[in-house]
């Protein structure tokens, strides 16, 4: 569907990292996990990328709105994006992708992802909560320090609402405050602490490229069938 959709919301999510609600066209269906291009209308200014960005739903189907989450770099599609007004319209062509959730309850899903990649798991465990599913989920979110991590709050109540599901925040740039808190690169032992049996589950990975190429030679190193690791890369990162 390509449509045109009015801008609801804004507010930041974490450290230079912005969330943007927008009214969900009538008919509009999509899976938890997908995106879909947005389009600046008439922005007054651009650059060599474009006037379009792709962009991960954070919204959950069953959600009334749609939403879409970014770091805020100086770049004009993001000037440009932060500077919109309530009510204001850009253009949406989706959804596209399959990077979404099994269908296999009793498979477990391991997500290891790296800063703003979190944004479809927020939309996948979301609507895992909601339709209680049995699906047992561990989220290990890798930011360079907690306060670049989206969503804490949000995954913190998720896991209050839904046993099955389990979030393990990884800081790489600074000291651990609590006990609750990982810290340093996803490794083996990391995977190990949380991962019983390091065969059953099916991995996401999702962030900067460099990451989920870090990850899957990882778990490749690791004797995990890469049948069973599926990945997003958004480029840009
Ligand atoms: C399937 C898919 C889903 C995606 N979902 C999301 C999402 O949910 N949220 C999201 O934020 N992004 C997502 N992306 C990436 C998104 O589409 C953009 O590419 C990204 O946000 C970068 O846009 P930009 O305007 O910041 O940089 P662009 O103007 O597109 O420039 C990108 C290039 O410039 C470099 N660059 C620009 N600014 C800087 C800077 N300040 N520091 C270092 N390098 C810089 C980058 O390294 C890169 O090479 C997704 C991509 C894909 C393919």
Redesign the pocket.
Known sequence: MITNVKLLKKETIARDTMAFYFEKPAGFEFRAGQ?ADYTLINPPET?E?GNT????F?TAPFEANIG????M??????RVLKDLAIGDEVKLDGP??D?TLHKTESTPAVFIIGG?GV??VRSMVAQAAHDRTQHKIILIHANRILEDAPFKLDFERLAEQNHNFRYIPVVTDEAPTTSKLEHGRVDEAMLKRYIAELNSPIYYLSGPEAMVKAIRQLLVGLKVNEDNIRT??????
């Open positions: 995106f650059d990328e960005r792709g962009f991960s954070i879409a989450a970014t770091r770099r100086d770049t004009a599609f993001k596209y992708g990077f703003i944004t479809p997003e890369e958004f480029a840009g990162y």
